[in-house]
């Protein structure tokens, strides 16, 4: 009876951290009408305050940013992270996707030796997307306390 729990147990615990290594995909609808110059330059802008940027490809409406580079002294515990933003739609319907790709590093020896850093992709929680999702809302749709006039 012990020997068929723990193989449950073992079961449970390698089908919970199997995973694939995807990278994390979102994709927002942006109502709002700006022309696509300014769209272009908030998305630079609000990337710009975690990332810097790589590659912009108006001609594309694509935008890549450099890794973001995170290391740690044990193996697989440091990670780079970067993002890929694509603008599509016109005035009033914006579409902005974004990719996040994540790699871990597995250098066993000397972990915390950017140039000697192994890096195998990951799984991709989504947060540092949504992050630059957010900031991008407020910087496109700015708080408007200042025109209500109670608070005067």
């Not at 740690?72 to 790709?101: C, N, Q």
Request: a negative charge; charged letters at 30%; proline letters at 3%.
């Amino acid at each position: 009876m012990r020997i068929f729990v723990a193989c449950l147990v073992l079961g449970v615990l390698a089908a919970c951290s199997s995973h694939s290594n995807e990278p994390f995909e979102e994709e927002r609808d942006v109502e709002v009408y700006h022309s696509f110059d300014l769209m272009w330059n908030q998305i630079q802008k609000a990337l710009a305050k975690r990332y810097e940027l790589e590659e912009v490809d108006e001609a594309a409406r694509k935008i890549t940013t450099r890794w973001n580079t995170h290391l740690a002294p044990f193996a697989e515990g440091g990670y780079r992270t970067r993002l890929i933003v694509t603008l599509s739609g016109d005035v009033g319907h914006w579409k902005v996707m974004v990719r996040e790709e994540t790699q871990v590093n597995t250098e066993q020896e000397n972990p915390l030796a950017a140039e000697e850093a192994e890096w195998e992709d990951s799984k991709s929680e989504g947060g540092e997307a949504n992050r630059f999702l957010v900031a991008l809302f407020r910087l496109l749709n700015p708080r408007r306390d200042w025109l209500d006039d109670e608070g005067r």
